[in-house]
T-cell receptor, first 116, second 117 residues
Framework: DTGVSQNPRHKITKRGQNVTFRCDPISEHNRLYWYRQTLGQGPEFLTY????????KSRLLSDRFSAERPKGSFSTLEIQRTEQGDSAMYLC??????????????FGEGSRLTVL | GESVGLHLPTLSVQEGDNSIINCAYS??????FIWYKQESGKGPQFIID?????DKRQGQRVTVLLNKTVKHLSLQIAATQPGDSAVYFC????????????????FGSGTRLQVQP
C-alpha cells in the first residue's frame, strides 16, 4: 500500500502523559499536513511542512504540541502534558508539488487519541 | 470569519435514488473546491473537485455544481448505493496569505448520508 500511513491508529492515555504520532506520507510527496478532527466536525488545520521545513502553524497548535519532519520524509506530532480536550482524531495528509497540481490532499486513516 | 458551511447535517435516501448534498461558502478568494467522503474510522477520501472558473464537473456517478453568484456548491450522487453511506465534506481551497505555498484547505462540518435499502 503506497498511501499515507499513520500509527498508532488508536492511543488511550491518561491526562498529563505525553503522546507521539507518526506519519509516513506518500513517498514522492514533499508537502505534509497535520489536521485535527473532533466528532461531528470537519478536519482543522494544525501545521504544514514543505520537505523538512515547518512553514506554518495554526493558532490551534499550542505550545504543548510540536511537530517535526527531520529528513523531509516521515513526520511526528508530539503532544505533551495531554489534556482531555486533546481527545480527537489526528489526521496526516500529503500532497505533491508539481506544475498543475490541484489542491487535493491525500489523507491517512488517522490516529485517534483518547485522554482519560 | 469566513467559513465553509453545510445546510443539512443528515440526509437519508433510498437505495437507487439520487442524492444532493449542499454546501455554502463565504470566502470570495476561494478558487478551488473539493468534496471528500469519510467513512467511519477512516480518513477523508477525495471524490471530486472543481475550479472556480467552472460551474459543473462530472465524475463517475457524481456531479459537482458551483454557483459563484450565491456562493453555493452541491454534490450530486446518482443511483445512491449503500456503500455511499458516509459523511461528506466540502472544502474550499485558498492560497495561504503568508505565501508559503500551502493550499489552505478549509472544511465544513459535514453532512451524513444514510442510504436506506
Amino acid at each position: 500500500d503506497t498511501g499515507v500511513s499513520q500509527n498508532p491508529r488508536h492511543k488511550i492515555t491518561k491526562r498529563g502523559q505525553n503522546v507521539t504520532f507518526r506519519c509516513d506520507p506518500i513517498s514522492e510527496h514533499n508537502r505534509l499536513y497535520w489536521y485535527r478532527q473532533t466528532l461531528g466536525q470537519g478536519p482543522e488545520f494544525l501545521t504544514y511542512f514543505q520537505n523538512e521545513a515547518q512553514l506554518e502553524k495554526s493558532r490551534l497548535l499550542s505550545d504543548r504540541f510540536s511537530a517535526e519532519r527531520p529528513k523531509g520524509s516521515f513526520s511526528t506530532l508530539e503532544i505533551q502534558r495531554t489534556e482531555q480536550g486533546d481527545s480527537a482524531m489526528y489526521l496526516c495528509a500529503s500532497s505533491p508539488t508539481r506544475q498543475g497540481t490541484t489542491g487535493e490532499l491525500f489523507f491517512g486513516e488517522g490516529s485517534r487519541l483518547t485522554v482519560l | 470569519g469566513e467559513s465553509v458551511g453545510l445546510h443539512l447535517p443528515t440526509l437519508s435516501v433510498q437505495e437507487g435514488d439520487n442524492s444532493i448534498i449542499n454546501c455554502a461558502y463565504s470566502n470570495s478568494a476561494s478558487d478551488y473546491f473539493i468534496w471528500y467522503k469519510q467513512e467511519s474510522g477512516k480518513g477523508p477520501q477525495f471524490i471530486i473537485d472543481i475550479r472556480s472558473n467552472m460551474d459543473k464537473r462530472q465524475g463517475q456517478r457524481v456531479t459537482v455544481l458551483l454557483n459563484k453568484t450565491v456562493k453555493h456548491l452541491s454534490l450530486q450522487i446518482a443511483a445512491t448505493q449503500p456503500g455511499d453511506s458516509a459523511v461528506y465534506f466540502c472544502a474550499e481551497n485558498t492560497r495561504s496569505p503568508r505565501d508559503t505555498g500551502r493550499r489552505a484547505l478549509t472544511f465544513g462540518s459535514g453532512t451524513r448520508l444514510q442510504v436506506q435499502p
